[in-house]
């Protein structure tokens, strides 16, 4: 969403309004709080635009288990209502990896060109529709990852896990009982006192496991459960 400076505390106002009315568990506002999964992104005055602020949802998991379904209440009675469809589809095919194959990351590039201001009867240029075999193709896609239920991901061609998409935080029990969260793995490492790849390999098959007299949960974020 993208509006005029001017207009900052509005979508101050909508980001709060996110936060507190998508469902959000208490692990989840913690990751939340403390990064950029939702923001708002100034931008300064360029040639003859004018200064502008936009809220960015940058994360998938955010977009496809809680933004999408907290619309999909509502009735649109605009040509939104079919971009929303589209972007549906398209969020469920990344949010599946289906995008990590070729074919259907052009379909996908190729739909989101018909979308917004593509779809306007005042643009321009041609707007290249899906035909019925591709827009069924991308919609029943196969997945390309498979979703852990502590936050991580696999790729199922190869089996390996994908470190960087990771949906998830630490919830540390210290000997004094006392529980504290943080954001990832090397803060977690620090605190009860083994390297990073130490603590790694213990949670590498389990969700939880007990060091130094701590007790480490890898928990999952933005999973709407």
């Given amino acids: 969403m993208v509006l005029s400076i001017r207009q900052l505390a509005l979508l101050d ?15 989840s506002l913690f990751k939340l709080n403390s990064s950029s999964s ?18 960015l949802i940058k994360d998938i998991h955010i977009l496809h288990n809680y ?13 939104k209502g079919k971009d929303f469809k589209d972007f549906q589809i398209i969020c469920r095919a990344v949010y599946n ?35 019925e075999s591709e827009r069924n193709a991308l919609i029943n896609a196969y997945p390309g990852i498979k979703h852990l239920n502590d936050g991580r991901q696999i790729d199922l ?17 210290k000997p004094n009982h006392e529980i504290v969260l943080y954001k990832t793995l090397g803060e977690t490492a620090g605190v009860v006192g083994v390297n990073i790849k130490t603590l790694s390999k213990y949670l590498k098959e389990n969700y939880e496991t007990e060091i130094n007299g701590y007790l480490v949960k890898r928990i999952a974020v933005f999973y709407n459960k």
Avoid: C, W
């Fill in 13 to 27: 106002k909508i980001k709060e309004f996110l936060f507190s009315n998508l469902g959000f568990d208490t692990y």
């Fill in 97 to 131: 990896g289906a995008h990590r194959r070729e074919d259907i990351k052009s379909l996908i590039i190729k739909l989101s060109l018909t979308m917004n201001n593509y779809r306007l009867t005042t643009h321009p240029n041609k707007v290249e529709l899906l035909s």
């Fill in 38 to 55: 939702i923001t708002l992104n100034q931008q300064k005055a360029r040639n003859n635009s004018k200064a502008s602020v936009l809220l």
């Fill in 67 to 79: 933004f999408i379904p907290f619309l999909n209440k509502m009735e649109f009675l605009t040509k």
């Fill in 157 to 173: 061609a190869s089996g390996k896990l994908i470190h960087q998409n990771t949906s998830s935080i630490y919830e540390v029990i």
